[in-house]
């Protein structure tokens, strides 16, 4: 895989992981305690799921791309849906 790709491809997982997470302020104003907490455990879930299988085999060929490693990223700024 070329860096680009790679940059790419992270980028993209990040933005998605930041959308799933911006999500969890939509449910807990919708859904009762109960099902805001499986939903956000789930979320996590699927977070934790895109960071290790997805992400860190990427990082691991080109470990600057790593989320946590205070690299300026090209990706999109996100809404915050203030």
């Known amino acids: 895989m070329t860096r680009d790709i790679a940059e790419k491809l ?3 997982l990040l933005v998605a ?3 799933l997470n911006d999500n ?3 449910v807990r104003q ?3 305690e109960a099902m805001y907490q499986e939903y956000k455990k ?3 879930q699927i977070m934790a799921d ?3 299988d997805l992400i860190k085999p990427i990082v691991k060929e080109y470990p600057d791309l790593d989320p946590g490693s205070g690299r300026s990223s090209d990706a999109p700024p996100r809404e915050t849906g203030s």
Request: charged share 10%.
């Open 10 to 12: 992270v980028n993209a």
């Open 42 to 44: 789930r979320t996590g």
């Open 24 to 26: 969890l302020f939509l």
């Open 30 to 32: 919708q859904f009762s």
């Open 17 to 19: 992981t930041g959308e």
């Open 50 to 52: 895109i960071y290790l």
